[in-house]
């Protein structure tokens, strides 16, 4: 009886109003959702932070959800119950989810048995929180939107983070040549252990001088671009004749000159992973269970914090000095 009483309660993260940081409220009195049908409920060991979380705390992103909400959505632990219909997992599978339905930054969360994947003895529960948005979201601005082959290069911007480490990883693996940009230099060389072949510092002023010696007249086949407000316009010089920048995170508003897409034939793309199909996803899901079974997808572990903190986990996604891998809370 005792152990049931506290399991009707956990601690989780709420979000009452839309605004900075400081509205992340960790409650200890949430109760424990119960999954329904076709969905699974999992003990959280540790959820990744990601930067559209701030963006949808924040109350400016395209989608909102309901107040209150609990955030998160890249949760990795064990499973504690299944709904009706639910064969795939049962109580004590480790698993990893791409999105839950009651929010990820908390002690259990539930997600729909679709979106829930099996997490390999090889990774531990902080890599495996690391793996959902940033290696979907890299495979589907890769191949899915950028249409990138074996033999063309790729540019990474932000390569130190989450969904830029995946993408090196993701590239380097398929045959494609990497370059990746990051702040320190701590970030470069860990983004040259982790795939790329090139690593340019982007507080440098001269770095994208070093991208086209890098490159040569051809330029670079495809961007993936992690802040297309303030690299956007300088991508669009990077480019080859029909190359293309995939617009994967922004924060605001650039000018560009459209010429500059005329000249080259190139392409900005849009990059949303909520917008992707089931078949879609499930494509993402093999190619990213693939890599985890022949070894190349090894997610990197940077900043974790306690639940405690995710304030300050929040804050620190977008105004700390360079990334150095994905961010995680640990339960």
Known sequence: VAMAATRRVMRAVRVFEFGGPEVLKVQSDVLVPVPKENQVLIKVHACGVNPVETYIRSGTYARTPALPYTPGSDVAGLVESVGEHVTAFKKGDRVFTLETVSGGYAEYAVAAAPRVFPLPDKLDFRQGA?????????????????????????????????????TCQIARACGLKVLGTAGTEEGMNVILRNGAHHAFNHRDPNYTERIKA??????????????????????????????????????????????????????????????????????????????????????????????????????????????????????
């Open 130 to 166: 690391a793996i959902g948005v940033p290696y979907f979201t890299a495979y589907r601005a890769l191949f899915q939107k950028g249409c990138a082959k074996a033999g063309e290069s790729v540019l990474v911007h932000g390569a130190s983070g989450g969904v830029g480490l995946a």
């Open 214 to 331: 890098c490159t040569g007249p051809g330029g670079v086949d495809i961007i993936i671009e992690m802040l297309s407000n303030v690299n956007l316009d300088a991508d669009l010089q990077l480019l080859s004749c029909a190359g293309r920048v995939m617009v994967v995170g922004c924060r605001g508003r650039i000018e560009i000159n459209p010429r500059d897409t005329m000249s080259k034939e190139s392409s900005i793309i849009g990059v949303s992973l909520f917008l992707a199909t089931e078949e879609e996803r499930h494509e993402c899901a093999t190619a990213v269970l693939d890599g985890i079974e022949a070894g190349w997808l090894k997610p990197v572990v940077g900043l974790e914090y306690p639940l405690e903190e995710v304030a300050k986990a929040h804050e620190d996604i977008i105004c700390s000095s360079g990334a150095r891998g994905k961010m995680v809370l640990l339960l």
